[in-house]
């Protein structure tokens, strides 16, 4: 019983951020400006630093540590996930009023995604200790494979899955105000926005794959892990609506997150010979991170002073 209160406790306070967020504060759709995404992104950091703060009360240092650097982590390689969310908005026309809702819909799915993804992956790699390895080469050749692939492309007249989609539902031709579904002539329709859903909780899957691993090369803890991506999934959607006018200037951010993916990977591979304690992890991340960032505002800079001087 013990063990499972901070889990019922946990899914109960997400529960009702996520009842308040919905029906309190965007009950009616409309277009997320940047004060109301920087707002709602500053109380979801507080939010994940408040619970950072209970952990240590509660369980010490180096849980704690574990969970700042597991939310640091999901923080930041979800970063990727808000380029393909761009690209899907983009491509799908999605009326501006209606990408929270969107986005609300696919925490939904995350949340229990994410939570079979960390309990399976856990659970192979207590009992199979092989795994962790197996992992740390997989985070290798996926940051091997971001540094070098370009920005990603998105066509929705080649997805397979939207193709399946269609193939097995009848879709109407456009959208149908925020409604994922409706009834005409006695038959269940889905709509465009349906499948939009569908296309941001693949990606989310797919950026699962990356993400769950890495923060399992911080701690094997599955409330921890659990925890802090559901705090960086929670704070994803606003800071969508925040960074993305301006995400494709961060024009390193790539090259930062391979490097980490490939260090998480390094460190799980290296495990059995060298133990990185997860303060100096933690330490490697907030570095690597940083440099990307200040890179690309020292880049963008010059970039906008070459076009003042060569208009």
Not at 181 to 192: H, I, N
Request: aromatic share 14%; charged share 15%; with cysteine.
């Amino acid at each position: 019983m013990t063990t499972l209160l901070p889990w019922a406790a946990f899914n109960l306070f997400v529960l009702a951020m996520l009842v308040l967020d919905l029906g309190v504060f965007h009950r009616r759709g409309h277009a997320i400006g940047v004060r109301e995404a920087a707002g709602w992104s500053a109380v979801w950091v507080i939010l994940a630093l408040a619970f950072n703060a209970a952990v240590y009360f509660w369980r010490g240092l180096q849980p704690a540590v574990q969970f700042f650097t597991g939310y640091l982590l999901e923080k930041s390689l979800s970063l990727d996930n808000l380029f393909v969310f761009a690209l899907i908005f983009r491509c799908t026309v999605v009326p501006a009023q209606f990408q929270h809702r969107v986005l609300f819909w696919g925490v939904w799915g995350a949340i229990v995604m994410r939570g079979i993804f960390i309990l399976a992956g856990v659970e192979l790699v207590s009992h199979f200790h092989w795994f962790l390895y197996v992992f740390g080469i997989f985070l290798l050749i996926s940051g091997v494979n971001l540094l070098r692939k370009p920005r990603p492309e998105f066509d929705p007249a080649r997805s397979l899955l939207l193709r399946l989609a269609r193939k097995f539902l009848p879709v109407t031709e456009r959208f149908e105000g925020g409604a994922f579904f409706l009834q005409r002539a006695g038959r269940l329709w889905a709509t465009p926005l349906f499948l939009v859903l569908v296309l941001t909780e693949a990606a989310d899957v797919i950026f699962a794959l990356d993400s769950i691993p890495a923060v399992i090369a911080v701690t094997q803890d599955p409330f921890i892990i659990y925890t802090s991506n559901i705090f960086a999934i929670l704070g994803l959607r606003s800071l969508y609506f925040l960074l993305a006018g301006a995400i494709e200037r961060f024009r390193y951010l790539h090259a930062g997150l391979s490097l980490v993916l490939m260090f998480m990977g390094a460190k799980m591979v290296l495990a059995y010979r060298v133990k990185i304690p997860t303060g100096l992890a933690l330490l490697v991340i907030l570095a690597i991170l940083l440099s990307a960032i200040l890179a690309s505002l020292r880049a963008e800079r010059k970039t906008s002073q070459e076009s003042v001087v060569n208009p």
